[in-house]
Nanobody, 125 residues
Framework: QGPLVESGGASVESGGSLTLSCTYT?????MAWFRQAPGKEREGVAGILSTGRATYSDSVKGRVTVTQDGTKNRLYLQMSSLKPEDTDMYYC??????????????????????WGQGILVNVSS
């Protein structure tokens, strides 16, 4: 088991809500959620910079909230008004704050030191 473990994936109906969690080994990270389906490019969904500021992709802005609970060492992704096109494997990623990539959501895979194993979100119409 690596330093990042996702949970909360499920099958939901269109319009529904879901919260993903990422439990991490205590450290000072900047963190983000990515998603990717087979044959598709990875997409940065939401992230929290080392300053604590959250950033979102245009495709989810207004429907997604990313938060971090340092007391529980968890990163959350709260999603609402889910659409079938949100169906994907979702991945939590982290890297030491001092190495936080500029443009966190468009960062290369190698720019994050740690990745979770991925968790499936399936949205049915």
């Amino acid at each position: 088991q690596g330093p990042l473990v996702e949970s909360g994936g499920a099958s939901v109906e269109s319009g529904g809500s879901l919260t993903l969690s990422c439990t991490y080994t205590p450290s000072r990270y900047c963190m983000a959620w990515f998603r990717q389906a087979p044959g598709k490019e990875r997409e940065g969904v939401a992230g929290i910079l080392s300053t604590g500021r959250a950033t979102y992709s245009d495709s989810v802005k207004g429907r997604v909230t990313v938060t971090q609970d340092g007391t529980k060492n968890r990163l959350y992704l709260q999603m609402s008004s889910l659409k079938p096109e949100d169906t994907d494997m979702y991945y939590c990623a982290a890297t030491p704050s001092l190495r936080c990539p500029y443009g966190i959501l468009s960062a290369k895979h190698s720019q994050f030191a740690y990745w979770g194993q991925g968790i499936l979100v399936n949205v049915s119409s």
